[in-house]
């Protein structure tokens, strides 16, 4: 299943979601009416001329409702911050940018290394400390808040293959819609699990009182626990409902980001031979249930969140044997050493116990053999291609995106990492290399920051030089983390002068659009992510004008002359209006042009975005070749369109 089909699921579950809460409100509301009716008699003669009667009924009904959904609300409200709220209310601990810890150096490399990959920026990071099981999950609502959590189990009994494996089912969910719709369904279960949790406090109070009224409010705690146990009941359903299908499609996306099946398949295995599996210690566990990689809970087959372990290792390994478990616990008690990623040695001081085979060694930054393309290169593109690879993580791409975040210099990610220069590093990338021009950008930063950023921009220009395009973007995205948790005011001001930076010349490069839409988009989004609208409804006769403005101007940009142009342009309509006239008239102010039309086009439905991708392709390629700067204008377009695509494009021979 693609990317554009994962979105529309993600959209009709959702729907399903909200029709089963529904469902659930109404049981619950059915079942404390008919408590009213026989503890008290209502529609008898003894009400028939007053008491409670069927408008008191109807009046407790409505209260219920208006419970269960402040309820809902208050909860989805508390999450609004996206990802890292959920993993701290956990108790999770972020992992530091400047870490010398192995495990937590390794965890880190892998993220970044498919954030990359994936075209998307890098997420926040934490560990449960407390949690020996081996177990991980995401939460946010978009890839621009999304936050990453694995156990101290996972991390100390995976080796790296088995840990790339996990975090490739987790960006499965990041990717596809996963996150955000099992992000909401935190709030939707804990508005109708609110009555039972409601019945065990008035029960809990009352037990401890004195009075002879305490009794009666002990006994209407313990009903209202009973018909909230009605909640409790559906809470299961809706999340078994939701989470058991993607969990087999996330653990399929991870072997095709990965590529290659032993990692995720050695990762179940061990979840199912070791003692701790995948069980979780917290009390809260209940209500991430259906988000983590593993049964963290231990439900029944009836609500279980999860497939059975060995139905999910067959579809990887079909010669799997239950025997293998028993295999895989015996040897478990002999701890072999693991390699370090980053050498070639394995010492005894970043012990990793765990019963796998020790990978091949990493490659030296020397040895990599996925050189990106030289910066005046042109490649070929195929839109189906280029299409297919929307959310989709081939070996290609997890090579290319190892080799960038290799061959980043030190001092660049090192930057890129803290939050006092992440801002530096940005506005660094974006100085002109015009004297004159750089001069001004100079003075204007000046003006808005203290003289050590400043210094900072310069010192980190001189590092920039070097840098190859491709190289500008994942750069940008391993800032994002830092960038993101700075004050709501500070951003603001950042991105006013992100934006005073590039109009300096009074001319937008490509590549100064690209990054500043880019930076700009994933801000916007991390200040409200709750908000970040990511699978529209809007149709594309809708958003015909913004439509040829953006086709005009990729055809203009990616052909050399006029008429070759005008010929792409046709070309790309046609793959998305064949019926509109194809009037070639690229905007004048095409930056600003982009601006407008790109956030009426991410209100598309999914299949719209596809055929948009395709028309995008097509028209920016139709003279059959593309150069580096004009496939960083493509991607960033795409990801305006919340449709994140690799560093390096598929190309055709």
Not at 276 to 299: C, K, N, P, Q, W
Not at 502 to 528: F, H, K, P, W
Not at 535 to 552: C, F, H, Q, S, W
Not at 584 to 609: I, S, T, V
């Amino acid at each position: 299943m693609n990317f554009f089909a994962h979105q529309d699921q993600a959209r009709r579950q959702t729907r399903r979601m909200l029709w089963l809460f529904a469902l659930a409100v109404v049981a619950i509301v059915a079942a404390i009416d008919c408590v009213l009716v026989v503890a008290l008699g209502i529609g008898s003669a003894s009400h028939a001329n007053g008491g409670v009667g069927w408008g008191g009924l109807f009046a407790v009904s409505a209260f219920v409702v208006l419970v269960i959904g402040l309820g809902s609300l208050y909860r989805t409200a508390s999450l609004r911050g996206g990802g890292g709220v959920v993993a701290r209310q956990l108790g999770a601990v972020p992992v530091p940018t400047d870490t010398g810890n192995f495990a937590y150096r390794r965890l880190r490399n892998v993220i970044e290394e498919l954030a990359i990959a994936a075209g998307v920026p890098v997420p926040e990071i934490f560990v449960l400390e407390d949690e020996v099981g081996i177990n991980a999950f995401a939460a946010g609502y978009a890839p621009t808040d999304a936050a990453v959590t694995v156990t101290r189990g996972a991390l100390d009994k995976l080796t790296r293959e088995e840990l790339q494996g996990v975090i490739g089912h987790e960006f499965s969910h990041i990717l596809n819609g996963d996150m955000r719709l099992n992000t909401r369904l935190i709030g939707v279960v804990f508005g109708i699990l609110v009555v039972a949790t409601i019945g065990r406090k008035i029960a809990e109070i009352s037990s401890r009182g004195r009075s002879r009224d305490s009794g009666g409010f002990v006994f209407l705690g313990i009903a209202l626990l009973a018909v909230g146990y009605i909640g409790v009941v559906f809470g299961r359903v809706i999340k078994a409902s939701i989470s058991r299908q993607r969990e087999f499609l996330a653990d399929a996306s991870a072997v095709q980001f990965t590529r290659q099946t032993d990692g995720i398949a050695g990762a179940l295995k061990k979840l199912g031979s070791l003692a701790e599996g995948s069980r979780l210690a917290s009390s809260d566990t209940e209500e991430v249930a259906h988000m983590l990689f593993g049964d963290g809970v231990g439900y029944s087959a009836l609500f279980a969140t999860h497939p059975p372990l060995t139905a999910r290792i067959l579809r990887l390994d079909p010669a799997f044997r239950v025997e293998e478990f028993q295999a895989i616990a015996a040897a478990w008690s002999q701890p072999r050493l693991v390699r370090d990623s980053a050498s070639e040695s394995a010492r005894a001081d970043i012990s990793i116990a765990g019963f796998a085979p020790v990978g091949a060694v990493a490659p030296t930054r020397e040895a990599m053999a996925s050189a990106l393309p030289a910066a005046g290169a042109k490649v070929r593109l195929s839109p189906q291609a280029v299409a297919h690879q929307v959310g989709n993580l081939g070996n290609d791409d997890r090579a290319a995106a190892r080799h960038i975040h290799a061959t980043i210099p030190d001092r660049l990610r090192e930057a890129a990492w803290q939050p006092e220069q992440a801002m530096a590093l940005v506005f660094a990338l974006l100085l002109n290399d015009e004297t004159d021009v750089r001069a001004g950008q100079l003075d204007l930063l000046r003006a808005h920051y203290d003289p050590g950023t400043c210094a900072a921009v310069e010192g980190l220009a001189a590092d920039l030089a070097d840098l190859h395009p491709m190289q500008r973007l994942p750069l940008a995205a391993l800032a994002f983390p830092a960038l993101r948790r700075r004050p709501r005011t500070q951003l603001t001001t950042f991105m006013i002068v992100l934006r005073q930076l590039i109009d300096a010349d009074r001319r937008v490069t490509l590549d100064e659009y690209c990054l500043a839409r880019l930076i700009g988009l994933q801000v916007m989004d991390s200040l409200n992510p709750a908000a970040t609208q990511v699978i529209g409804r809007t149709k594309l006769p809708e958003v015909a004008v913004e439509l040829k403005d953006v086709l005009a101007i990729v055809a203009k940009y990616g052909h050399d002359d006029a008429a070759a142009a005008q010929r792409a342009y046709v070309l790309g309509l046609q793959e998305v209006l064949p019926d509109v006239p194809a009037t070639y008239a690229p905007p004048d102010e095409w930056a600003f042009a982009l601006d407008r039309a790109l956030p009426k086009l991410d209100l598309l439905a999914p299949a719209g975005k596809e055929l948009v991708v395709h028309a995008l392709t097509r028209a920016i390629s139709a003279d059959g070749m593309v150069s580096v700067a004009e496939a960083e204008l493509l991607r960033t377009i795409c990801a305006a369109l919340h449709c994140p695509l690799p560093p390096l494009l598929q190309s055709v021979a």
